[in-house]
């Protein structure tokens, strides 16, 4: 597939990207995330950067699980996808120090998914997670993931500073 046409195909996870973070409601955030994560793993897929992808795929499937379907075994999903991305990633990797970044970021979001009912821890290590997934970008030449990154790490901040800060009194006079 041409450079340009993947590259668009990240853009449109990251228009997606952006959006999701502005909803205050959890389940909402992680639904659109789930869906939008889909979009990344065939982005980086056809960037060839497979462990990109796999991680994406199994991060996506144990949001899904965690949140959706049996949350109160998310502890067991999330320990069973950081082995599976543990092993998937030795087992792909050439030696390229920038292909164990996506293990570091599953650590982030994976307590992100277990945190996902703490508001501030949640938000704090996805900030984490998504500065991890802009080197990622930069390393497999994902233009789109590194505005995205960037732009997402910019929304995650303003969504946390809308959402946490105290309500102005009105006063009636």
């Not at 793993?41 to 144990?62: C, E, G, M, N, Q």
Request: glycine content about 4%; overall charge positive; some cysteine.
């Amino acid at each position: 597939m041409d450079f340009w046409m993947i590259q668009a195909i990240g853009f449109l996870a990251f228009a997606i990207s952006v959006i999701s973070y502005q909803f205050k409601n959890q389940k909402t955030m992680y639904g659109i995330r789930i869906f939008n994560d889909n979009i990344w793993a065939i982005h980086y897929y056809l960037l060839d950067a497979p462990i990109a992808a796999l991680t994406l795929f199994v991060s996506l499937v144990r949001a899904f699980l965690s949140i959706f379907i049996w949350p109160i075994y998310k502890a067991y999903f999330i320990l069973l996808s950081l082995v599976l991305i543990c092993g998937l990633t030795f087992y792909q990797a050439t030696g390229l120090w920038y292909e164990y970044l996506p293990l570091f970021s599953t650590i982030f979001y994976s307590l992100a998914v277990y945190y996902h009912d703490h508001y501030k821890l949640n938000r704090l290590l996805m900030f984490v997670g998504t500065a991890t997934w802009l080197v990622i970008g930069a390393c497999n030449q994902s233009y789109p993931d590194m505005i995205s990154s960037a732009v997402n790490m910019c929304s995650i901040a303003l969504a946390f500073y809308r959402h946490t800060k105290p309500p102005i009194p009105i006063f009636k006079g």
